[in-house]
């Protein structure tokens, strides 16, 4: 495993809890914004990573254990 599947690996949960967030004061102060934390949501939930497509460096997900 190298440093970019570290990154990969808690950028994920770091996504899902950053959309997450958002979201919840999204409907705590009634701002339309919280739909903004729908796309870190995602991009979290499908496990899509920036830096890998950028680095070319990162494990490919087929050959993760």
Excluded: E
């Excluded at 870190?40 to 993760?64: E, H, R, W, Y």
């Amino acid at each position: 495993m190298n440093i970019f599947d570290k990154i990969r690996k808690f950028c994920r949960s770091f996504r899902i809890i950053v959309g997450l967030v958002l979201i919840g004061i999204g409907i705590y102060t009634g701002i339309i914004w919280f739909y903004l934390g729908v796309i870190p949501l995602i991009a979290g939930l499908v496990d899509f990573c920036p830096i890998c497509i950028i680095s070319k460096k990162c494990t490919p997900k087929n050959l993760q254990q």
